[in-house]
């Protein structure tokens, strides 16, 4: 495949290239999932405060239906993507979090799968129409969350703040991990709905500089965008950049180092040097939220890898089950050893496929021992060589071997002072140690035992 380059400026330091395998579902055009006989709506789909159910056991729903309510400044909505009936509201397997609260709702037999609406967009779209106020209140009433995996409520980062004004929107479309298609897919089917997300951004932060940034790899998807922007007189401002291909190019932190050459501070957010990124996805959510008021209840989903027997991109509603995708998709060989939501680098192993898709899961990845050999030496664990490996491909410029050695001995202050909670978790230290040692194991174990520490989650 042909690529597009960029200027070598234009990525971080840091990071690695794993096999990519966008091969196996890039050409799969995004299509219909299953109609679900009965969805499971988790409550916490999202950074911030739980949503409080509002709905009982045996009520009717409606499709499109406000089923949680968010009941803080940091938290999200849930709506009910079929119409049915309450059967529960019960705790179901969280791929986050274990388990946490959910609204099961028995479909009616007349759902039928609702299509994607981006033939309802055109390159002229003007956000003029609106106010501030008015997209801003769309978007909270959607529930929009960071698609990317991040899960941030939307409404929070594109409500104006005068004490850290916003001058750069960057647009992430790098989709850098390993399998996950579904963003490059919409980025070259539904460009002019993703474009109308963003001008909507834009006029509610009133920041007329936008920068789209996708990964030198697709370059499909970066003509698709300057093809669009070349045939609309409404995006003053906006411009496409080739980033460089590598992981984790998609990081917030990366991703605006790439592109503006600032470094977000430790413990900061990217508002305090006047930036902002949103997802591909999350923008075309938008696009939904404001001009259709559509609130967030379907997205798309890569199914893949070597384990799929028919890898897909699939738009399904928020609620179904991993098994039934992969059901849908033809099932799994008998070579499949590990059923990972997300992508492989940063996604969760789950044994239940039971879990429901949530707002951010982009991917089902089905892993045999091949991709699983290839993404990682299946050799045994050995000391720690000292080699220094894990500090070079570290994006946050930490020294993820101190870190892991500090929590293993049960230090965290000693891990604190190495900056145990920059880590972004990306597994490129456990990627590239040849030493086999799951470095990225022991800081999540790390944070999660300071959590407790400090009484933030229970123990």
Known sequence: ????????????????????????????????????????ILLSQHIGAICQPIVNKKDAVAAGQKIGQAQAFVSAAVHSPVKGIVKDIVLKPHPVLGREMAVVIDAAEDNVARLPQCGRFHSDFSAEQYSCEQIVDAIREAGIVGMGGAGFPAAVK???????????????GCECEPFITCDYRIMIEWTAQILAGVKLVSKALNCKT???????????????????????????????????????????????????GKDVPTGGIPPMIGAMVVNVATAAAIAEAVVLNMPLTHRVVTVSGRGIKEPANLYVPVGISVGELIDFCGGVTGETEKIVLGGPMMGFAIADLSTPITKTSGAIIALTAAEIGDA??????????????CIEACPVNLNPTKIAHAVKGGYLDVAQQYFLTACIECGCCSYVCPANIELTGYIKTGKILLARQKQLIPK
């Not at 003509?223 to 291909?245: I, P, Q, S, W, Y």
């Not at 000391?383 to 490996?389: D, L």
């Open 158 to 172: 594109a409500k104006t703040n005068p004490s850290t004004p916003i001058d750069t929107i960057i647009v992430n």
């Open 376 to 389: 990682k030496s299946t050799g045994r664990r050995t000391p720690c060589i000292r080699c220094g490996r």
């Open 210 to 260: 936008v920068y789209i940034a996708i990964e030198d790899n697709k370059p499909k998807a970066v003509a698709a965008f300057r093809n669009m922007l070349a045939a609309t007189k409404t995006a003053a401002g906006f411009e496409v950049k080739a980033v460089k291909t590598k992981y984790p190019q998609g990081g917030e932190r990366q991703l605006i180092k790439a592109i503006t």
């Open 1 to 40: 495949m042909s690529t597009v380059r960029s200027r070598a400026s234009l990525t971080f330091s840091g990071g690695v290239h794993p096999p990519d395998y966008k091969h196996f579902s890039e050409d799969c055009a995004i299509k219909a999932g299953p109609v679900p006989k009965q969805v499971c």
